[in-house]
């Protein structure tokens, strides 16, 4: 019959994964729960609110409504248009769908959309702004769709772009696939906001940092926040079924943001051109899974 009795060096059954005699052996006498399961653990130490197959599914039937949108808003833009028309087709695409935009009324926010142009960096109000040729716009939308999230976002151009456009959209863009490459079980946050840094840097521009991917799902803002800087090995390390959001908002000139009087639109304080591209990742067993997928 195998021995249970516990020795100074079995693993102390506080769950520390210490062994007895450095851990609980000198402590007061306490009655011993059950260790934490990962998902308990997770939860209890960062708030992090690990999703099942189900809420997967789910999550994954919100994202496919938020690729919809912006395509549909992708085959409409066109200068002339303002930006509070592009906020109408995402509340009748959603309406259409039984969706809710998650922007709506969240701390007073008044619309179904946030839509950035140019040097406008995010959470731009859509309003009688007129959309012009050569014009960035960035369109980010979060339904809530069966009681469940998915956000993402993309940055458009409208007519000819020029140079400068060209090059912080594309930057932006290759920023959020290599943040997404390096999402796998073991890797941490860290790992994801030092190579969307380190690339961003390397071509000249700057990564916002008053601004973070956050997790979603179940809630419009959940705990894991998602820095687009940091350094390797740093952060919370990565685990199958977190779900957040990788959201690099990519400047071509400083990092500095300025908010202006409606306290929701920021800008760059420099002026310069800012671009985003955004997806919802799932931790897979063996790396990620976008529930919001697009090419790029």
């Known amino acids: 019959m195998k021995d249970n009795k516990l020795g100074r060096n079995s693993l102390c059954p506080c769950g520390s994964g210490k062994k007895y005699k450095k851990c609980c052996l000198n402590k007061p006498f306490k009655k011993f729960s059950k260790p934490l399961s990962l998902k308990e653990r997770y939860f209890k130490d960062y708030k992090i609110r690990l999703k099942n197959s189900k809420d997967i599914e789910m999550i994954k039937k919100a994202g496919k409504l938020v690729i919809e949108t912006l395509n549909l808003i992708e085959s409409e833009l066109q200068a002339g248009m303002t930006t509070n028309d592009i906020d109408i087709i995402v509340r009748n695409h959603?309406?259409?769908?039984?969706a809710k935009a998650a922007t709506l009324d969240y701390m007073g926010y008044p619309k179904n959309s946030c839509v950035s142009v140019n040097n406008v960096?995010?959470?731009?109000?859509?309003?009688?702004?007129?959309?012009?040729?050569?014009?960035i716009v960035n369109v980010d939308i979060t339904p809530i769709y069966n009681g469940y999230l998915a956000d993402a976002n993309k940055t458009f151009f409208v007519g000819d772009p020029g140079p400068e456009a060209k090059k912080i959209v594309s930057v932006?863009?290759?920023?959020?696939?290599?943040g997404m490459e390096v999402?796998?079980?073991g890797n941490t946050i860290g790992d994801i906001g030092w190579v969307i840094q380190n690339y961003a840097q390397r071509q000249g521009c700057s990564v916002v940092e008053d601004?973070?991917?956050?997790g979603v799902g179940f809630e419009f803002h959940e705990a894991p926040q998602v820095p687009h800087f940091g350094k390797k090995g740093a952060?919370?390390?990565l685990i199958p079924g977190m779900v957040f959001t990788?959201?690099?908002?990519?400047?071509?000139?400083?990092?500095?943001v300025v908010v202006l009087k409606d306290e929701w639109t920021a800008v760059t304080k420099d002026n310069?051109?800012?671009?985003?591209?955004?997806?919802?990742?799932?931790?897979?067993?063996?790396?990620?899974?976008s529930l919001t997928p697009f090419n790029i």
């Open 94 to 98: 959603f309406k259409k769908k039984g």
């Open 121 to 135: 960096i995010c959470h731009g109000i859509p309003d009688s702004t007129v959309i012009k040729n050569g014009d």
């Open 172 to 178: 932006s863009k290759q920023c959020l696939k290599l």
């Open 183 to 185: 999402v796998k079980p």
């Open 211 to 214: 601004y973070v991917g956050h």
């Open 235 to 237: 952060g919370i390390k």
């Open 246 to 256: 990788i959201e690099p908002m990519i400047n071509l000139g400083r990092k500095d």
């Open 272 to 289: 310069s051109l800012s671009a985003q591209f955004e997806q919802t990742i799932y931790v897979t067993k063996n790396g990620y899974e």
